[in-house]
């Protein structure tokens, strides 16, 4: 014990001497660890601020999308009209294991109520799309079955929509303007936050059959009613799998899809859409904490630097220590341990301060941040191996000092 104590005790007589070089030595650790954190956290938080939503979507959901192209080797989203009414049909009636199938149809509308007005997404659902995205209301109720079935001119407000065109007055039972029809409030959403399938909160929802009737709904070749999405939720999780690999058959063969190419369309799961989107974002976050660590690498030439001067400055003093029997090893340690203890100091103060940044970024509400224990295990091992890599030479230099040319310097 003995053997690592005194080590450590000269270290701190060393720091504690000179508290202000000391300090200018690890401000670089300092600066590159509360960056780290900081920064890792940001990453975190936004990873598992994106996975809530998407869970709180609903439970077992599937998507399916339209349009789906391979352009120059990149895979996206394409604005092509391929899923129907009739396509959402067959899915409800043909694929097992399936117990909501809700297709909707959205656009961009010009909204008017009494002298205010803005552009939004309305959006054309079934009552269904409200069950599969487990949306509540503030005030009066959803669109019901019934509404539904007779094309109702009725609308259900996201908060922000609401916020706009009414401030801070009831607007159930009033009427607005939804590009040429008139619509009537029936009830508030409740804030959801956005979401991979954009904002309920700025969104206006309307009986797609309303929607059908009242604006010019594009129509395939065929005939077929085109909506812009499909949200299916399967009867068990297990099911999920399954349920794609089927939905995704039946499409291919509706779409009259040839073996081998490209489909029209896209079927991803929650679950799937949670994991891609926490890989991109932990990618992000290991990123962000590169840069970060580039201070790091900074502030460990600062401590060489300064354990290169400390050398020359204990140069007598080596010579003494090695006269009275000390070896080449028990000096490589001193200094050693004395560059570790000061970068693990470094790391202490910078997990600190990047836990205290991680707090006031939370607290301001702008991103929520998360500081992990891995976070903060991680900049604390990497602050010592700074101090252990960059205090190698000096260690080294000092340990292969002459006793007799060290003890002749002044």
Known sequence: MKKWLEPLATAWVSVATHKLRSFLTILGVVIGVGAV????SIGKGTEATIVSRIQNLGSNLIFVQPGFFTQG????????????MEDATAIAQQVDGVSIVAPYYQSNLQVVAGSQNMRTRVTGITPDYQQALNLQTTEGDL????QYDRAMRVAVLGPNVKNTLFGQDDPVGQPIRIGNATFYVMAILQSKGATIMGSTDDAILIPL????????????ASGGHVVSSIIIQSTDAQYTTLVTNEITSLLQQRHNI??????????????????TLAEAMNSMTLLLGAIAAISLLVGGIGVMNIMLVSVVERTREIGIRKALGARERDIWGQFLIEAAFLTFSGGVIGIGLGWGAATLVTRSGAITTLVSPDIVLLAASVSVAIGLFF????????????????????
């Open 37 to 40: 954190i900081t920064l890792m």
């Open 73 to 84: 080797g990149v895979r996206g989203f394409g604005s092509a009209n391929t899923l129907t």
């Open 143 to 146: 669109i019901s079955q019934f």
């Open 209 to 220: 059959t309303a929607m059908q009737q009242a604006f010019a709904q594009p129509r395939t």
């Open 258 to 275: 040839a073996a081998g190419a490209d489909n029209d369309f896209t079927v991803s799961s929650q679950d799937q859409l949670t994991s």
């Open 391 to 410: 205090g190698f030479y000096p260690a080294w230099q000092a340990s292969r000092l002459n006793p007799i040319e060290a003890l002749r310097s002044e």
